[in-house]
């Protein structure tokens, strides 16, 4: 029992050792096993938005879009994919640094535009992380509330059904 | 262990879902002290249907099972409906593991209501060119029962259930006792009219389904009311729309004050006496606490749905029976055979542009069996049913980004046009080579063997898809789609959640293990009513026929017990 005790302690303080130099970000602490910094995703959340400025509209949801997204990027995402997700945005960021960009967020909306069609072209990560960003953004608007009951037919109790109305 | 009599019951019920449900339904409305067991949890109506409520966005991954559950579990989600609003229904693969010796997705719901509570809801009755299917081409073995035995049950269960449908007058496909229809879309109404001016013997109907849509006073007894047509019955349904087994068998036996339900119960095996030559009662492993416990009763329905009604027959050994209850003539596990739900023809309509369907309804067109029906006329047995779907949605871009691609997705541009498909449903033929056995080394978590599996297609299966192919692509023409493609999805037996046989009916005890009642021909106080009974499979989604032959069976041994006779 003690050595199995002593084996489980072990094992929790491997599992620390590599969780800890990844624990980079303390403001998002449920992403932390994702290995990013705050800054990346603060970065990944400037894109979202850029992809697809939503700006006023009421898309009420239960979490921030970056929470979606980070979501997603955890949970539903193979291991193998995360890594190129985090290659790609890597790539982004020296990019940016490269083109002296200071900060993705300041830019004008067309140096954005020019910057996001970059990562389109790039290489293979690149592209899979602007894809999976801008899917995971688009799916996080027309899920919600505001899209489905304003842009859709959608109707949670629909109570009926017309096989044939007029358009 | 508790006293001792509290583990003697007049009946013993195995497995609480749709079949087991109708067993305990059917003895207790008749007095009958009835032990349902089951080896999972308890679900009760509206109480634990945790996401029954939940609206679209409220789903932390908008409805995707996560990466680690997928991968871990790749036979469960291979299933159209695991995901994330209906997951906590389905077994996982890890939960209870099996031995594919021939690729076999085994689709399971361990739950007080078994699958029924994810179950889509299709149920068309049998015809007597079901149940003579074997005698005439020469396969299985006949059927001991006829149409005409089971109409009367099929009714009984229709007019508890609740049944939405058509009286269409089709000797392929009887009609029953039907609450009104929903709705044909247009495009469906276009297409039953194309199939009749051009084949006589083709049919497009309303598929029926298990929907209340007009209140009658069983179902205010049992506090179900009308279908709402949200489509999102595998989640349970808050007005009782569908019928599952939590909604309607097990509550209306409880209030008879003669049903003990028992979750968490493992059947391990049924005992067998040598000196009354009957079985005596059932050995149970608390699936927590993985103690032994024996019950005792006078009659056991095996109701553990096909493929654990077989494994716990098979586990179930003894001197009289070496290799399984009942199993004298060697047919025990075999004869296993499902519905082939590989082949889909898809395409798109451009007609009846102007017109959308509005709301929502649970349920589709279904085309009956048309070949090999009245003769054998193809290159392959039997023949194939037909669902058929047709949709249309509004026409939104996803392409560009910034302002571009927020004005694409916040402006549809119309229409687009119907998608439409046909989905076949192909009755195979039961063979001795598909069977499932014992592993002889390998066991669970409760210390029952695991269960093997050599269940795969064959030819006929093949040629009878490429008919289907042929066929619908014709039809489709005919009816003007466009686009039109054909899909071999390559899936394994199982995905179609309908296997069936094993412990089969017939005339004859040296080819058969059951009776025409469903009893055991060497253990008559044993009946065995869900899909392992199947001595032939149809095209017909079967559950329907699994609740009939039930019923039947229950007031069979009901008989029987005030008898004496068993
Ligand atoms: C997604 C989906 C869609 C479907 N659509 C249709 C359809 O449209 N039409 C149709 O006809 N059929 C359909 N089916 C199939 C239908 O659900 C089954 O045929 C039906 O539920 C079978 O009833 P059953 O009682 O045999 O099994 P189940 O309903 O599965 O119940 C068996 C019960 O036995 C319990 N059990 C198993 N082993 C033991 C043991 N050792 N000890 C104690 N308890 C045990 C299980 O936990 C389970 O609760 C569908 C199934 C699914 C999953």
Redesign the pocket.
């Known amino acids: 029992m003690k050595r199995r005790q002593a084996l489980q302690s072990l094992a929790i303080l491997g599992a620390g050792l590599t969780i800890l130099p990844s624990c980079r970000t303390k403001k998002y602490p449920e992403y932390r096993a994702l290995g990013l910094k705050e800054d990346q995703i603060e970065l990944v959340d400037q894109v979202a938005t850029a992809v697809l400025p939503v700006g006023q509209l009421p898309v009420e949801t239960p979490e921030s879009r970056l929470d979606f997204i980070m979501t997603m990027l955890r949970d539903c995402t193979s291991p193998e994919d995360q890594s190129r997700y985090k290659n790609g945005l890597e790539a982004f960021q020296s990019y940016l640094k490269d083109q002296f960009h200071p900060s993705f967020s300041t830019l004008n909306q067309r140096d954005q535009m020019k910057a996001l069609a970059y990562l389109q072209e790039g290489d293979k990560d690149q592209q899979l992380f602007y894809e999976h960003t801008r899917r995971w953004a688009i799916q996080h608007f027309t899920t919600s509330s505001y899209y489905l009951t304003n842009v859709l037919d959608f109707h949670f109790v629909p109570g009926h059904f017309y096989g044939c109305v007029v358009i | 262990m508790g006293n001792n009599t509290d583990h003697h019951f007049e009946a013993i019920v ?7 449900g109708w067993a305990a339904k059917e003895l207790c409305d008749h007095g009958i002290k009835t032990l349902l ?4 949890r308890n679900v009760e109506h509206l109480k634990d249907y945790p996401t029954t409520n939940m609206q679209p966005w409220e789903f932390p991954h908008r409805g995707n099972i996560p990466y680690a559950v997928s991968e871990a579990n790749p036979v469960v989600s291979r ?1 159209y ?1 695991f995901r994330e609003d209906a997951a906590h229904f389905f077994v996982k693969d890890t939960e209870h593991p099996y031995i594919q010796d021939q690729p076999f997705d085994w ?10 509570i ?6 068309q009755r049998w015809s007597n060119f079901d149940f003579e299917g074997p005698a005439r081409d020469g396969f299985a073995v006949d059927w001991p029962i006829r149409y005409e035995d089971l109409a009367p049950w099929y009714t009984h269960v229709e007019k508890f259930i609740g049944v939405s449908g058509n009286k269409d007058g089709l000797d392929v496909l009887p009609d029953g006792d039907f609450l009104p229809p929903f709705e044909m879309s247009c495009v469906e109404t276009h297409f039953q009219d194309v199939i009749r001016n051009n084949y006589a013997d083709r049919h497009l109907i309303y598929a029926r389904c298990a929907h209340i849509t007009e209140m009658r006073d069983v179902f205010r007894k049992q506090g179900r009311t009308l279908c709402q047509g949200r489509n999102l019955c ?1 989640r349970g349904c808050p007005y009782g729309g569908y019928f599952n087994a939590n909604s309607t068998l097990i509550p209306w036996a409880q209030r008879t004050g003669n049903l003990s339900l028992q979750p968490h ?3 391990q095996s049924i005992l067998y006496d040598d000196q009354s030559g009957k079985a005596t009662g059932v050995r149970v492993i608390n699936a927590l606490t993985k103690e032994t416990t024996e019950y005792y009763a006078k009659i056991i329905f095996v ?4 493929l ?1 009604t077989n494994l ?1 027959l098979l586990n179930s050994t003894s001197g009289r029976f070496p290799n399984g209850l009942g199993n004298d003539s060697g047919v025990l596990g075999k004869y296993v055979a499902f519905h082939n739900y590989r082949a889909h023809v898809q395409g798109i309509y451009e007609g009846h542009q102007q017109f959308r369907t509005d709301g929502g309804r649970p349920t589709s067109g279904y085309v009956p069996r048309f070949r090999n029906v009245y003769r054998q006329e193809m290159d392959f047995l039997r023949g194939y049913a037909t669902g058929f779907y047709s949709s249309k949605h509004k026409a939104i871009s996803h392409r560009g980004m910034g302002p571009e691609l927020l004005d694409h997705l916040t402006h549809p541009t119309g229409y687009g046009p119907w998608q439409v498909s046909a989905g076949m449903m192909g009755e195979t033929i039961p063979k001795v080579t598909n069977f499932v056995r014992l592993d002889e080394a390998r066991t669970d978590e409760w210390g029952v063997p695991l269960l093997r599996m050599n269940i795969s297609h064959d030819d006929n299966d093949e040629r009878m898809i490429q008919d289907f192919f042929e066929q619908f692509s014709e039809m489709f023409a005919k009816a003007g789609f466009n686009q039109v493609t054909t899909h071999d999805s390559g899936q394994a037996p199982g995905l179609d ?2 296997e069936m046989g094993g412990v089969r009916m017939g005339r004859d005890p040296q080819t058969s293990m059951l009776n025409q009642w469903n009893q055991m021909h060497a253990c008559p106080n044993v009946y065995v009513t ?2 392992a009974c199947m001595t032939s499979v149809s095209t017909q ?4 026929t ?1 609740m009939a032959l039930t019923a039947r069976a229950a007031n069979h041994a009901i008989d029987q017990l005030k008898e004496g006779a068993i």
């Open positions: 195995i497995g609480a879902g749709m079949s087991g067991l089951e080896r999972g299933c409906a689709i399971r719901g361990y739950q007080v209501g078994g699958k029924s994810m179950w889509a809801r299709q149920v595998q119960t493992v059947v109701n553990a749905a096909t654990n716990i959640i309908h869900d899909g989604n079967p559950s329907l699994f």
